[in-house]
């Protein structure tokens, strides 16, 4: 009777052993393949950068050159975090073979908060979209002398 209990623990942690690898595996071969999809995906993707710079907000749209053979329209939407006042819509049309497209507003005057941009492909009804933070704005700008 000892012999076959002892062989049956034998057993069972090989096979816990044996499950254990082959569940570690799996999760290693998931998570590669997830990098690996997540990385095509948004190799591909058209994105909009922002960056505020000498009094100005300038966000740039990034596409593939290959994706703009014939032209393509999109809109740029300037979305406040406190007015809709300060909302504003762009329309722009991108050359063909061109790769990028560039909208800016002046920074004072802005409502601070995080604001919103996103770009809207009108040929594919694609969205690329990004905030940013305005935390403090000058208004001498626009003061008189």
């Known amino acids: 009777m000892g012999i076959r209990t002892d062989f049956l623990k034998e057993s069972t942690v090989l096979l816990r052993s044996f499950w254990y690898g082959i569940m570690e595996a799996m999760k290693k071969t998931f998570a590669t393949l ?31 050159r290959s994706d703009n053979q014939n032209g393509k329209d999109v809109e740029f939407y300037w979305i406040s975090p406190n007015s809709p006042d300060d909302d504003r819509i762009r329309h722009f049309r991108i050359p063909p073979q061109h790769g990028s497209v560039y909208d800016y507003r002046f920074l004072p005057g802005r409502a601070k908060g995080t604001w919103e941009v996103k770009v809207i492909d009108l040929d594919s009804n694609q969205t690329a979209r990004t905030t940013f933070d305005i935390n403090s704005t000058d208004d001498s700008m626009f003061e008189e002398d």
């Open 34 to 64: 997830f990098l690996c999809i997540l990385m095509y995906v948004s190799a591909d993707a058209a994105n909009v950068q922002c960056r505020i710079e000498n009094e100005r907000i300038y966000c740039t749209y990034f596409l593939d």
